[in-house]
């Protein structure tokens, strides 16, 4: 291997690695009838534990009747979620996804619906700008409480719940939350009311910080949570970075329309219906040596206190999957929120597997036998590319002997090698790129499966053979010691692609000539490549491994049965033809042709020019 094929190689390792661096409620009463609205006033009683009531009424300042008080829960709940709120500041103390799990509790087999929002890691403030200073909205204690809810979860109809927290003289704040029938989103609105005496003229400090709980396999991918967020003038999605190991923050001066904690399959959203937030200041910092409270994400956010006087203070909460077909309608750019791709292989995975991946879906319940299919038709889609890849290899395989015989005259001279090979391209109407072109052709495929299927929630906690979950590694052997890049686990299914690859690798050096001149062996990177994606691969989705298994199985199987049907003697008659055409004048040549025709003649040219400059000195 000469200096160039090791620089090659050592790129292609050092870009692959470099990407590998970089890729409890209270029970409730029931309800005697269907629909049920109930206006009632909370007592305000001192609480059993020992606290300085005096100083929480001072520090509540205009607000002191309310700093104290007894808290109560109330469950509103639809078929997909259950939100727990508290009169200890009108706010949401918790939410359960009923549908979902973590894998904790998928692993131990356990029917444990998944927290994704808990007072205990999820902490609220919500700062009025009082002339006596700032007052934590979610230390109060609403006094008057009005729930409309059904009795059955399961009936059609929205439910709400008000939060009154009534002062001297008219004056009130109120929280009303509305949750739908289905799906995963809670509307809220608060309205200042008769407050323009006590409140300053300044923007409302809404404070939102998560201690990201792990609810998959990998730590190290749950540790990749971050902070998204739409900005309202251009509607910019960005994000902080997913780094897992680092912590960075950003301030964020323009108006954002909504704000969003990412975690890599769940999602708690905070969107604004009227006036978008003001500003914000955002942090993520990872917990490396914490196994539960795993990473910090933190928004500090300005809402405008004229919409809150106004009745205009209207948001929304989403919590539920991180999922493209639930999310992509919520608000604009919300769907972002699910990492398809990068944006140059975006419309592929919008436009192509996304829907693909939805049809397959109302058709087989196995995710495996899923995966198996879509190969085979994203394969038979892309069959015209691989059969006219393969008539490439077979022209150039024909015309290895000339090319070995030029090696052989002409020797270690690059320049002139290549001068003669495009020469004899040129004869027989040849495109040595043509081969390549089909294979370029499918890497937006092969690129936008390795984006999609790490973000993809329809394979969570989906089972198939030894994997009992694609969306994570499959583990059949566990290391007592870790090796570097590769992990302390060994993936069946990665071995599985690695094995295959370079069984691809080899049945294709056979089919492929020897290409003289090249600065990096092609025949030996078919065998070294797929050993450093083993290393790549073994910790991401399983499901991901056996697509890959598949498509190289499906393919090794679409050559061997092209091979049968291309006839190397017509091809071969066919060049033949095709040199004697062009010869005479009478072919037509194609465009790359042309083009070496061209170049051939400037190189000519310029070495004719050379010549008599040296000469002439």
């Not at 929304?316 to 639930?326: C, I, S, T, V």
């Not at 592929?348 to 190969?375: A, D």
């Not at 071995?495 to 295959?500: E, H, N, Q």
């Not at 294709?508 to 790549?536: C, E, H, L, R, S």
């Amino acid at each position: 291997m000469d200096r160039n094929q090791v620089t090659g190689l050592l790129l292609i390792i050092a870009m692959l690695l470099g990407y590998q661096f970089f890729v409890a409620p209270k029970i409730e009463p029931t309800q005697p009838e269907e629909s049920k609205k109930v206006t009632k006033t909370v007592p305000q009683t001192t609480p059993k534990a020992q606290v300085d009531t005096n100083a929480l009424k001072a520090a509540a300042g205009d607000f002191a009747a309310v700093a104290t008080g007894t808290a109560q829960d109330i469950v509103l709940e639809n078929k997909d979620i259950k939100v727990t709120f508290t009169t200890h500041g009108g706010k949401i103390k918790q939410v359960v996804l009923k549908n979902f799990k973590t894998y904790n509790s998928f692993a131990a087999n356990q029917n444990t619906p998944l927290t994704i929002y808990d007072e205990s890691f999820d902490k609220v403030s919500f700062e009025l700008p009082t002339t006596k200073g700032k007052i934590d909205l979610y230390k109060l204690y609403f006094n008057q409480v009005q729930v409309n809810k059904n009795a059955d979860p399961a009936k059609e109809t929205a439910q709400s719940i008000s939060f009154a927290l009534t002062l001297a003289n008219g004056q009130q704040v109120a929280q009303t939350y509305t949750l739908a029938p289905s799906g995963f989103l809670l509307d809220q609105q608060v309205k200042l009311t008769g407050l323009d005496g006590v409140l300053k003229n300044e923007s409302v400090q809404f404070n939102w910080s998560e201690n990201v709980q792990a609810t998959e396999k990998d730590l190290n991918e749950n540790r990749k949570a971050t902070v998204n967020y739409l900005l309202a003038e251009d509607e910019e999605f960005d994000q902080l970075s997913e780094n897992p190991s680092s912590a960075n923050d950003a301030t964020l001066d323009k108006p954002l329309t909504w704000l969003s904690f990412k975690k890599k399959y769940f999602l708690s959203g905070f969107i604004t219906k009227n006036q978008p937030i003001e500003k914000a200041q955002i942090w993520g910092t990872p917990n490396t040596e914490d196994s539960v409270n795993i990473k910090t994400l933190r928004a500090d956010m300005a809402l405008s206190l004229a919409d809150l006087k106004a009745g205009k203070g209207q948001y929304q909460w989403y919590f539920g999957p991180n999922d493209y077909n639930a999310i992509k309608n919520i608000a604009p750019g919300f769907g972002k929120n699910v990492k398809l791709s990068y944006d140059i292989f975006l419309p592929i995975t919008r436009y192509v597997f996304v829907p693909l991946f939805n049809v397959l879906e109302t058709i087989f319940s196995n995710y495996g036998l899923l995966i198996i299919v879509l190969v085979l038709i994203i394969k038979t889609a892309l069959l015209p590319l691989t059969y006219k890849s393969y008539v490439s290899m077979a022209k150039m395989r024909i015309l290895q002997p000339e090319l070995n015989a030029i090696k052989e005259k002409i020797g270690d001279d690059a320049a002139k090698l290549q001068q003669a090979q495009m020469k004899l391209y040129g004869e027989v109407g040849v495109s040595p790129l043509s081969g390549c072109v089909p294979v370029l052709a499918t890497m937006p495929i092969l690129m936008a499966v390795f984006m999609l299927f790490p973000n993809l929630i329809n394979l969570r906690q989906e089972a198939f053979l030894w994997a009992n979950d694609l969306s994570t590694y499959d583990s059949v052997l566990d290391l007592p010691f870790s090796i570097p890049f590769y992990g302390n686990h060994v993936s069946l299914f990665t071995l599985l692609m690695t094995i295959s690859s370079v069984a691809y690798g080899y049945y294709n050096n056979q089919n492929t000539p020897d290409q003289p001149g090249q600065p990096i062996d092609m025949k030996k990177m078919a065998y070294i490549t797929p050993v450093i994606f083993m290393f790549v691969m073994n910790s991401l989705p399983a499901g991901m491994s056996f697509y890959y298994f598949v498509s190289n199985l499906v393919t090794i199987l679409q050559q061997i049965g092209i091979r049968k049907f291309v006839d190397e003697d017509k091809i071969k008659q066919i060049l033949e033809e095709n040199r004697k055409k062009i010869a005479a004048g009478g072919g037509k040549k194609s465009r790359f042709s042309e083009y070496l025709s061209k170049q051939m003649k400037a190189a000519e040219e310029m070495q004719k020019q050379e010549k008599d400059k040296k000469k002439k000195n």
